[in-house]
């Protein structure tokens, strides 16, 4: 079952601009982390923000945390050609820290 | 794709045979993973290990099997009764939380 959804399923943007993509989930959560992967790829972590944190920032990369909506977002500042690829989040719970469950996945298109 | 390697990239079975994808770590870490991707979509976990000897069914477990020997090694077989077996597998490791992932293996059934 997939716990995560990401909004929009697809994006598409020029290069320098802003990149917001949306994940929502259902059950409540220990933690919540964002992937990339490029085509064919693996998937690369990107942030891991916990459920007692509302922001967190790395590099161009800012997530941030409603529990209380239970959605997060992930935002990439200055895009660049190369941050286009899939963006996927993944949730854990209570006692399952080890197990993830992913999002259905934002596609992100950043044209020159 | 760290210190995790899959192999082969590409794999290509006739329908009715068992194929095993190999999944290798150097990272020392004690949990690994199995995820089924289908075109367009998240993943699904397949089945999981946290530690040696040990494992667990994820949510599409049907038609596959595990084991895990050795820390570094977990293999997953896809059985002539996985219904669709075509699917990009990817294979991940951790241990804390966030999770390092494979290059993956392709599989095509037909």
């Known amino acids: 079952s997939q716990q995560g959804e990401e909004d929009p399923q697809a994006l598409s943007i020029q290069e320098g601009e802003n990149a917001t993509m949306n994940c929502s989930y259902k059950t409540s959560i220990n933690n919540l982390q964002w992937y990339r992967q490029n085509s064919g790829r693996g998937l690369v972590h990107l942030i891991l923000?916990?459920?007692?944190?509302r922001e967190k920032h790395s590099g161009r990369l800012r997530v941030t945390l409603d529990t209380s909506k239970k959605s997060s977002s992930l935002l990439i500042t200055a895009s660049r050609a190369a941050d286009t690829a899939s963006y996927f989040c993944a949730t854990d719970t209570a006692g399952t820290a080890s197990k993830l469950t992913f999002g259905t996945g934002t596609r992100l298109q950043v044209t020159l | 794709d760290g210190g995790i390697t899959q192999s082969p990239k590409y794999l290509f079975r006739k329908e009715g045979q068992n194929v095993t994808l190999s999944c290798e770590q150097n990272l020392n870490h004690d949990a690994m993973y199995w995820y089924r991707q289908d075109p367009g979509q998240g993943l699904r976990l397949i089945y999981y290990s946290q530690i040696v000897n040990d494992f667990q069914k994820g949510d599409i477990a049907e038609g596959y099997s595990v084991s895990r020997e050795k820390k570094e090694s977990f293999p997953l077989t896809v059985t002539s009764a996985q219904k669709n077996p075509t699917a990009f597998y990817l294979c991940?490791?951790?241990?804390?939380?966030?999770?390092?992932f494979g290059p993956g293996t392709r599989l095509t059934v037909t």
């Open positions: 991940a490791s951790s241990m804390w939380g966030e999770q390092y």
């Open positions: 923000i916990r459920s007692n944190e």
